[in-house]
């Protein structure tokens, strides 16, 4: 398959790599000429659960147009925050109504907000599908390098109405994936908005303090951390219990995509701390820190509009929301995904299942 992977980070990175290995034919886009420099120079080095090795995609490019020229099919791994952009960025390069569009990962309404993005550009709406949680857990050593020491081996995949081609490209990319029944379940299910936030919240002095030298799900993982992560989840859960999803605690959804051990208690939140890929994993260096810039306007935001449609109290997810916006006041930071960027002001029950298709 002829796959464009928007975005040369971490997950964009990791996946040219698996896509490659799988013998797709790679087109890889970096927004920076610095980020795509060392690729285009020397290939992508890479090591950890797919092996170890260097791969050069088919193309690397900084023109989103040239990009996606013979695509079959996009896979966006950039970080949430750019994903209204980029739907209009696909639009303007030329990216039509047919080709299927995967966002790996669309976290907590990505799909919605993608697809109201494009509507406010074009008529002619690709098939849009989001996975819950990135497929991987990547790191970058070096700028011609990524460290992949996770691959979920289950994978949370939904679709928008109409995005059948897009969950189908999605599971066949991406072997693991599966198609979960609709967007609220996969929005519900992405694992950051619950395992970051409570941490992120708590730690803000030491992570101000010591430049984030120390272990974020070790170290950081205290016993009142893991009481508001308890308390913040089983919001989550009665939300999806609102909307007819029965969903596992955060622990067992760790559990499928393969980020804690199998045999821990679902119960047991300090699972976390005996995953392979997460124990090395250092806290945040600061506030500016993907942890504080996305998992809350992107992750608890977007929750918290869920909610109020299905009429669930969540006064935790509250709380941490209204002290991460004291926090984090007057820093730069992303709008926040709410119900306008999301296309769901105003929205009922009922009008949202229309927009699944349900």
Request: net charge negative; with cysteine.
């Amino acid at each position: 398959m002829r796959v464009t992977v928007i975005g040369a980070g971490n997950g964009g990175a990791a996946a040219a790599v698996e896509l490659t290995l799988a013998g797709h034919d790679v087109a890889l886009h970096g927004r920076s000429e610095a980020t795509i420099e060392p690729f285009l120079r020397q290939g992508i080095r890479y090591q950890g659960v797919f092996g170890e090795g260097c791969i050069k995609p088919a193309l690397v490019t900084t023109s989103l147009k040239e990009a996606i020229e013979n695509a079959d099919v996009a896979v966006v791994t950039l970080p949430t925050f750019a994903l209204g952009s980029v739907a209009r960025e696909l639009h303007e390069a030329g990216w039509g109504g047919s080709r299927p569009v995967v966002l790996n990962p669309g976290h907590t309404g990505g799909a919605f907000e993608f697809d109201t993005e494009f509507r406010r550009v074009s008529s002619a709406i690709p098939p849009i599908a989001e996975f819950a949680t990135l497929a991987y857990v990547a790191r970058k050593p070096a700028p011609d390098a990524i460290n992949i020491t996770g691959r979920a081996k289950k994978l949370r995949a939904a679709a928008l109405k109409g995005g059948e081609a897009a969950i189908e490209a999605g599971t066949i990319l991406f072997p693991g994936s599966y198609d979960c029944g609709d967007v609220i379940a996969s929005d519900l299910c992405n694992v950051n908005m619950v395992v970051h936030p409570p941490g992120a919240i708590l730690g803000a002095s030491w992570v101000e303090a010591t430049g984030g030298d120390f272990t974020f799900y070790v170290q950081g993982l205290t016993s009142g951390v893991v009481r508001v992560m308890e308390e913040l989840d089983r919001e989550r859960i009665a939300v999806g219990k609102a909307f007819g999803h029965d969903l596992p605690t955060v622990i067992g959804e760790m559990k499928a995509i393969g980020t804690v051990p199998p045999d821990a208690d679902e119960r047991d939140y300090r699972a976390i701390a005996a995953g392979e890929a997460n124990k090395r994993i250092k806290a945040p260096d600061s506030l500016g820190h993907r942890y504080f810039t996305e998992d809350f306007s992107h992750g608890l935001v977007p929750f918290l509009v869920l909610a109020e449609i299905a009429g669930v109290q969540t006064r935790t997810t509250r709380a941490l929301v209204d002290l991460h916006g004291t926090m984090v006041a007057g820093l730069p930071r992303p709008a926040a995904r709410d119900a306008r960027s999301m296309g769901l002001v105003g929205a009922t029950m009922a009008s949202l299942r229309e927009r699944l298709g349900k």
